[in-house]
């Protein structure tokens, strides 16, 4: 049987991204916690021996370790066939789009609301970056309920790894009421849990 160990941090949306597929999939893993508000120096051995960036996620499969949560998004669609909205291509484009956009925006403009004093310049930047972000996903859940099509695929674990966190920012998700009406719908798949709950652990 595989064996698979999940390194993350309840706060991080890249690590909620990996473990949402992983519920989805029903594929088994052990999670780990890492004390990322800690220095990098003094947290867990076990993880600094497979972190590649000094990042979380990490997703060490049968001893192999792979970071980047959108490389291991689309690891795990690749391995089992599934969650890749019928087109993995395709899929591949929303995960490179959410890197660049709303995987910066969204995380950056909530650390500077919710845990650091942000320079007024950049919280303006971001916060027109997080609009216009979400202007793009309200746009393309206009027109299906998920954005690969009828089914969730790594693509909405993608796009809405951090949409959990949305209270934090300070701006209010029913501006955006397809985008709303869509994580409702992600929230009632079997499997799903808020990253509070899935990814809280005693941290080393
Ligand atoms: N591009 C990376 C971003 C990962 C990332 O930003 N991880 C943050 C937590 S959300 C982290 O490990 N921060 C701790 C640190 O940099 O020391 C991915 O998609 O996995």
Request: net charge negative; hydrophobic share 40%.
């Amino acid at each position: 049987m595989t064996s698979r160990v999940l390194y993350g941090h309840y706060e991080s949306g890249h690590s909620y991204k990996v473990a949402l597929a992983l519920n989805l999939l029903g594929l088994p893993y052990e999670y780990r916690e890492v004390a990322v508000f800690s220095p990098r120096e003094e947290r867990r051995e076990d993880w600094q021996a497979v972190t590649r960036y000094g990042e979380i996620p990490v997703l060490v499969t049968d001893g192999k370790p792979l970071s980047q949560s959108d490389a291991i998004l689309l690891s795990l669609a690749r391995t089992t066939g599934r969650l890749d909205g019928g087109d993995i291509d395709q899929a591949a484009q929303w995960l490179f789009w959410e890197a660049n956009r709303i995987g910066i925006s969204l995380p950056n403009y909530r650390l500077y609301r919710r845990w650091e004093a942000g320079d007024p310049g950049l919280l303006a930047w971001l916060r027109a970056r997080l609009e216009a972000d979400m202007g793009r996903l309200e746009q393309e859940l206009h027109e299906r309920p998920f954005l690969m099509g009828e089914e969730v695929s790594i693509a909405d674990c993608a796009c809405a790894g951090y949409a959990w966190f949305f209270d934090q920012t300070g701006l209010d998700i029913g501006a955006w009421p397809h985008v709303k009406a869509w994580l409702g719908r992600l929230a009632a798949l079997p499997g799903w849990k808020h990253p509070y709950e899935l990814l809280r652990e005693e941290a080393v």
